[in-house]
DNA sequence: GTTAGCACTCGTCGCGCTAGAGTGCTAACC
DNA sequence: GGTTAGCACTCTAGCGCGACGAGTGCTAAC
């Protein structure tokens, strides 16, 4: 069988075989792996020497390398992503596992914000890496009831609840002279007019309302101003909101031991930009996907990898689960945990918008 | 005048000058204090030699420390202690950034849990060091409004608005025969019966409620149960939410550069029972309150000081913001800028609950 | 194609050394 | 009596050195 040595094609098995043998090795105990350990280890049925030289072989092909030259071999992001797509079909998780996932998610309260942290937690705990998860974000939203009701003190708060579930509320001034009656009967009439509307269409009832009443203070026109607005944010933004958990469990990890990598980490977490980005590149694919190391576009995130699967429905409501954690990551564990964990916010999601 | 060397006492004015610009030096370099640097910067108008004798007697009185014989002082946590008491009552911000601040909170949407975010990020931006705030909670709840709305597949959304604020959602299931009509006839009967009610009406009203009905899963029934569950919670509930905001600049000091030591403050952070028991500690005392490293009572908290306030009115809703950074920061700056955030939450609390 | 043998490389660890910073003490000074 | 100059002393950080060991790459034999 010939060899290729310099481009990167399907591997030989053995080579294969040695290649993951070393990540796992790697990734197990985050040293440089040498060929001696292998084979005692890994049971490679050759000697050291024969494993020196695919190992030469995988380093030129690019799939690993070593710090200095006397120093084991350790993946490079390339030989974790020839990795990754060797395991990512097969990988399911254990019986054991789905059990315990299902489980937690079984002993939460049945309130939609919950499953997103429970979510991040779970995948968190099940991966000892950084979980993320988002809520299901549909589309475009709709009203689905509003409620003005009095504070007391001249103001009074606007509860907006959209079809899709979120809740939104904010505070109104109100004049002295609008009595709790009044409030009580722009609300019938915010509800009656808007129920099932969508941003669109509050938008226009505005524009109708501005021509038709002049003055342009008036209650109704104010909420319906505010109306108007929320949903409109909530049609435009991107990512509402990021829930991560266990970005303890990063920190663990040697290669974090001092917080310069990890601050420039967080740092870029934490505007939801990058994750925004990174998610809508995502919807377009389907199943789990990894960003390992480099093949994430910042500087800072070339030290983390990311695997994260989209559940949802498209076209209606979706959101993204995952994990984040250093490129050095058991993606065997993780991908088949996150695949898990995503089907079962699927099955939460058609049950509750289907 | 008499020295008291071994007892703590009130210091003489030039200890307390040079135990001031220790403190001040040490927290600008995080480096142990020299005798000649100090008498070189802050134009003591001493000499080197006697600043140490000084020096000795505030090591002796416990204000002082070295890390080894030949290295400069660094305050220990009395020292920090004495420091505080001294500028306490005295520090205020300073107008410009009184200013800034202000001008951050004209910015923001008028919705109150805008507030909390607003206020720990602002904090952490003055002070560079993690800011901290939760909502402000009332002592107990009281209904405002209840909404039962279908979700169409079998699931309905019961939305508690509280007449404090906060808004409530949980899903519930409904019988495939409760029609929407249905479900508003509920909404309207929960209205009547429960709006301005306290939790413990709620339950009351709960157990006439089974009383009188033998079957037990009536809609109506569970929505009371749910809700007087959700009520029960808040009241319960010790600290709701804590939103931190820029742990990262913590990271930054230069005591922290190992992640270890950050970690432990994090995963103490992460759990809120921590919290809840130091924020009651506090609900007894009025102005800002410093916890100096190890008056901290957690053993991973040894290294963090938290300068914290009450705001809100006391027997209403009150709330906790505050900083939390290194021991060694600039608690002048810190004090004053705590005092001001919990002053400006004040007026909006007064505001709102007027 | 595989393997044993071997020279070579390079990082880690422990050691001793030096330079420098800073102290504490003593004796002189005002 | 408080203050100060002078000085010996202490301790750390930093550097160079050599021994050690892990691991490689090459070569020649199987």
Known sequence: MARRKDRPGPLEPRSEAI????????????????????????????????????????????????????????????????????????ATLAPVEQLMIRHQFGQVEFASEQWFRLAASTLAGATHAAGIATPAKPQSCRVRRVDLVSNG?????????????????????????DEPADLEAVGRRLNARLAGRSAVEVESWLAELRDALPPADSLLVRAVERISRLMHDFDAAGVEDVFSEGLLNVMEAP????????????????????????????????DVHAFIGS????????????????????????????????????????????????????????????
């Open 153 to 177: 003190t001249r103001t009074a708060s606007l509860v907006l609840v959209l079809a899709e579930g979120p809740v939104k509320q904010v505070l109104m001034t109100v004049e002295t002279d």
């Open 19 to 90: 290649l993951r043998a070393i990540i796992e090795e790697y990734v197990a105990t985050a040293q440089p792996v040498g060929s001696m350990t292998l084979v005692t280890k890994y049971r490679l049925g050759v000697s050291p020497a024969t494993v020196r030289n695919v190992m030469a072989e995988l380093e030129a092909a690019g799939y690993l390398g070593h710090p200095h030259t006397s120093a084991g071999r350790q993946p490079t992001d390339a030989g974790y992503r020839l990795y990754v797509e060797s395991i990512a079909d097969a």
């Open 295 to 354: 093949e994430n576009d910042h500087e800072e995130m070339h030290d983390v990898s990311l695997v994260l699967a989209v559940y949802g429905r498209m076209g209606r409501a979706t959101g993204v689960v995952g994990v984040l954690g250093p490129t050095r990551m058991a993606y065997a564990q993780v991908i088949s945990t996150v695949r898990y964990v995503s089907g079962l916010m699927n099955e939460l999601v058609d049950h509750l918008y289907a």
């Open 255 to 286: 290669e974090f031991a001092r917080s310069e990598k990890l601050r420039r980490v967080f740092s870029v977490l934490q505007d939801r930009n990058y994750l925004g980005e990174l998610f809508q590149r995502l919807s377009r694919e389907g």
